[in-house]
């Protein structure tokens, strides 16, 4: 089974703050991504990648950034935290565009 | 653009039929669709490609309609595990990188 592990659950830290949100996945897939879940909102695309060193912004990169400098690790970086970016994030990967994605539990970040 | 999902919200009881439908306003290539359970990750349940074909596995089936645009996925006989938030994602191309997801439709089977 492919397995999707995100550093924590639940984060808490303050406004101004740099935060880092790790994703692992231990399948060897070329495509990782970040999404942002809010209600009635659904799952939107932050930043994803599709190869070592390689990004592409998703619908709503404004305020993130990532890094992936191995192939099972992606992370979704937030340069200045602000209150608005209090949300559940989850990251996801995928063999291909005709493949299952596979997702992580997520982390319920707040920003305080 | 995000495909629009119909209904927002179902509520149904143990052994009713229900109807989720993902519609986009681009040319389709490809639909998915996901189920996630409260404080869960979403599962992934199918994907359809491009043909107008259906699959479908236990109770829980979809078709595809390339003409109209548009996705369904048909719960038959609903159970309460079936309880969630169905997410459709969307791929206009069949080389986007990317899926674009619905908003969600929450289903609640009661006992």
């Known amino acids: 089974d492919v397995k999707v592990t995100q550093s924590s659950r639940y984060l808490v830290k303050r406004t101004g703050e740099k935060v880092f949100l790790e994703c692992v996945q231990d399948?060897?897939?070329?495509?990782m991504f970040w999404y942002r879940q809010d209600p009635g909102l659904g799952l939107r695309l932050i930043y994803f990648?599709?190869?070592?060193?390689?990004?592409e912004k998703g619908d709503i990169p404004e305020g993130y950034s990532v890094s992936r400098e191995k192939k099972e690790r992606f992370s979704l970086i937030l340069e200045s935290a602000s209150t608005n970016q209090t949300s559940m994030y989850l990251c996801?990967?995928?063999?291909?565009?005709?493949?299952?994605?596979?997702f992580g539990d997520g982390t319920r970040l707040s920003i305080l | 653009q995000q495909p629009v999902q119909s209904p927002q919200a179902v509520i149904l009881r143990e052994g009713e039929d229900a109807v989720i439908n993902c519609s986009s306003s681009?040319?389709?290539?490809?639909v998915h669709w996901y189920r996630q359970k409260h404080g869960e990750a979403p599962v992934f349940l199918m994907i359809?490609?491009?043909?107008?074909e259906q699959k479908g596995h236990d109770k829980i089936s979809a078709s595809f309609n390339e003409k109209k645009q548009q996705s369904s996925l048909y719960l038959t006989a609903s159970q309460l595990s079936y309880s969630g938030t169905y997410f459709c994602?969307?791929?206009?191309?069949?080389?986007?990188?990317?899926?674009?997801f619905g908003s969600g439709t929450q289903l609640t089977v009661l006992p």
């Open positions: 990648s599709y190869d070592v060193k390689m990004k």
């Open positions: 994602g969307t791929d206009p191309s069949g080389s986007a990188r990317q899926l674009t």
């Open positions: 996801a990967s995928r063999l291909d565009i005709n493949q299952p994605q596979h």
């Open positions: 399948m060897d897939h070329e495509n």
């Open positions: 359809l490609l491009k043909g107008g």
């Open positions: 681009k040319a389709l290539y490809s």
